[in-house]
């Protein structure tokens, strides 16, 4: 594979790559994207399987069931910072361990048996039976065993067809998890759901109670929220989605195909929101205001908002003027986050120089792209070498990412605040304005910077 040695191109470091990088106002207008990752760029991408299982795992009482060897249970367990008001089920992690024996001869007697096991035991009202690469490969039916318990034990046993290998993108996986959560919630010949004012809240995972403070706020409002998807959702409460009269979508990578769904199937409208920084937070509420065009809600919603900004305007203007100036690289899983980054750092006074996402679409980067300032570079589905060059040109003061981008980041001396998954610290509404500005703060001011003898920013 032939690689770009010129520190003249513009920023891949393998040439087939040249098309999932641009720069902001000069060149070309489209980024390559979602497309399955490059062999040997090391993508910052996890697999289907992955996908999968950070879509489906907040599922509080269900068990989630991974036919696999024990590396791809254990490298997904807890994966989500996603908290529960009730059962902590979703907090084990469920195994088939497949071995040698199992990859030669087949591992369907193996999976019967640990779902009978599970069954026995804890009595769940859903079980979700992953695929993984080796299931894949050997041709295990985990649709038929699937099925066959479903039979036998009277209780909903869902395939989740992820096979790693089927796709080097996780959005595949998403894909799979969708299909999953469609079958389970689609009702029964014979079920009628009723319908409500109630709204379901999809791509919304809960992390560190951010879906409380979201429900907090509509609550206010005079709204309420049948089903979150699936963050502290239950299967019952699942069940009761096509209820709905409205569909929010937040992490629009994992949830778009499943709201254009339920909108076909249910019809029930839906509409992108984003309780990310301050101002999306009331962005996202006026619109919600709009769509049930009622007096009342419209005046307690900008109640809330005037509230809640005077109340964190002081903190955020302090951080802002310790931040103005500083340049920060952004990257994450979805497009969705992105945009509510750049908004956020750019309210605090920050340079954007560096964006990229793992799963983003063509039009999300065109909006990504259009609050970009010139020479700001745009990636899609980067790598570690990508990243530590970028860091290093545009000299970075602070990225936020997930878990794979820290130890890099500071590695080259360049702050850093995680946006992952699997986060403790709740950066959702107005308050997460706050903890945010405070973390990108912290990091980027940190005097340790000043020992290190030649830092990527000069921070």
């Known amino acids: 594979m032939e690689t770009i040695s010129s520190p003249r191109e513009e920023g891949a470091c393998i040439s087939e790559r040249q098309n999932s990088i641009l720069t902001a106002g000069t060149g070309r207008k489209s980024i390559h994207c979602a497309d399955d990752s490059l062999a040997g760029s090391v993508s910052q991408r996890a697999c289907v399987f992955c996908g999968a299982r950070v879509v489906l795992n907040p599922v509080t009482d269900a068990v989630h069931l991974v036919h696999g060897p024990i590396g791809c249970a254990a490298y997904t367990w807890d994966i989500r910072g996603s908290l529960s008001s009730g059962s902590e089920m979703y907090r084990n992690s469920f195994s088939t361990n497949m071995k040698e024996r199992d990859v030669v001869f087949g591992g369907e007697k193996k999976l019967a048996a640990c779902i009978d096991e599970i069954v026995e035991k804890y009595h769940p009202p859903a079980i979700f039976v992953y695929a993984t690469c080796v299931t894949g490969m050997i041709g295990d039916d985990i649709v038929a065993v699937c099925k066959e318990a479903s039979r036998h034990h009277n209780t909903e046993v869902i395939p ?72 502290d959702s239950t299967v019952a409460a699942l069940k009761q989605a096509p209820g709905a009269c409205l569909n929010l979508v937040q992490c629009t990578g994992s949830m778009h195909w499943v709201a254009q769904q339920l909108e076909k199937q249910f019809s029930i409208p839906f509409m992108d929101v984003n309780f990310f920084g301050a101002e999306n937070t009331a962005e996202s509420l006026r619109k919600i205001a709009r769509f049930y065009d009622d007096p009342v809600i419209t005046e307690r919603t900008e109640r809330i908002i005037e509230r809640e900004t005077a109340r964190i305007r002081p903190a955020l203007e302090r951080y802002r003027e310790k931040l103005t100036g500083k340049r920060a690289a952004i990257y994450v899983g979805g497009a969705y986050k992105a945009v509510a980054l750049i908004r956020q750092m750019r309210e605090l006074g920050m340079e954007i120089v560096l964006t990229g996402t793992q799963t983003g679409k063509s039009e999300e980067y065109a909006t990504i792209t259009s609050l970009l300032d010139e020479g700001a570079i745009v990636v899609d589905d980067t790598n570690p070498a990508e990243i530590e060059r970028f860091l290093l040109e545009k000299k970075v003061d602070v990225m936020a990412g997930g878990v794979k981008e820290r130890v890099l980041a500071y590695k080259l001396g360049v702050g850093f605040v995680d946006h992952n998954h699997d986060r403790k610290e709740c950066l959702a509404g107005f308050d997460g304005a706050v903890n945010f500005a405070r973390e990108v703060y912290i990091s980027t001011c940190s005097p340790v910077w000043k020992y290190l003898r030649a830092p990527a920013g000069g921070a």
């Open 160 to 231: 989740v067809e992820s096979s790693g290998f089927i796709s080097g993108n996780k959005v595949v996986g998403y894909r799979a998890a969708a299909l999953a959560l469609l079958r389970l919630i689609t009702p029964k010949e014979g079920e009628l759901i009723e319908k409500t004012q109630k709204l379901n809240f999809l791509g919304e995972y809960n992390l560190s109670g951010e879906m409380w403070l979201a429900r907090r706020y509509l609550a206010e409002m005079g709204i309420g929220i049948n089903v979150a998807f699936t963050g």
